[in-house]
Structures are given as C-alpha cells and as structure tokens.
Nanobody, 124 residues
C-alpha cells in the first residue's frame, strides 16, 4: 500500500529553520509531482509548494517565496521542504501529497496521495 510519511516538524523560534521530509513507500513516486500543504487552526488547508516529477519546476505560494525551498531525491523516494526565516504565521500542520504527473496543476489541490501531517510551531 502506497503511503507518504512526513517528519521533521517541531517547535522553533521566529527566524529559525526547519527541514521537513516526506518519505514515500509502497511504490515509487518518480512519475508524480509532489506538493506541500499546510493547515493552521481554524483555517482551510492551503497550498505551500510543489515540484514537478523531474524537479525541473517548482512553485510556491507568495507568502513563502524566498524563504522555503522544495526539493526531491528520486533515489530516496523523498521530497523535502527547507523552511528558513520562519514566522509565527507559518505555524500549522504540514502535509505532503503526490499527484500523478499528467494530472498536476500548479497551485491545485487535487492530489492522489496524502501524508498524515507533521506539526510546525513557530514561537514569537
């Protein structure tokens, strides 16, 4: 059974950094675009970043541009989200997701697989 498992969340002070990982298992995700989403308490889930199947293109929501970087490693079947200059408003549960590449739409939320999420808390 294919699944995605996030790790790397935690508590960090404003201005700090965290690196989230999303490991795929049960199948390879080489032909899938990968995305990161987040959901803060009382808010809807929102798109954060995405990367195409070959890593050739990346997409970010405006609020994280210049601070977050998405990357992937096919050999490890893993996607990463490097988060720098964290702000309290980045506090949320972060989810990774995978969508079969032909179905990928930048900024979209129609994904085939979702992880369980990892909590990121940024203190002021």
């Amino acid at each position: 059974q294919a699944q995605l498992v996030e790790s790397g969340g935690g508590l960090v002070q404003a201005g700090g950094s965290l690196r989230l990982s999303c490991a795929g298992s049960g199948r390879t995700f080489h032909d899938f675009a990968m995305g990161w989403f987040r959901q803060a308490p009382g808010k809807e889930r929102e798109f954060v970043a995405a990367i195409t199947w070959n890593g050739g293109s990346t997409y970010y929501t405006d609020s994280v541009k210049g601070r977050f970087t998405i990357s992937r490693n096919h050999a490890e079947n893993t996607v990463y989200l490097q988060m720098n200059s964290l702000k309290p408003e980045d506090t949320a549960v972060y989810y990774c997701a995978a969508v079969f590449s032909p179905k990928f739409r930048p900024g979209g939320n129609e994904y085939d697989y979702w992880g369980q999420g990892t909590q990121v808390t940024v203190s002021s």
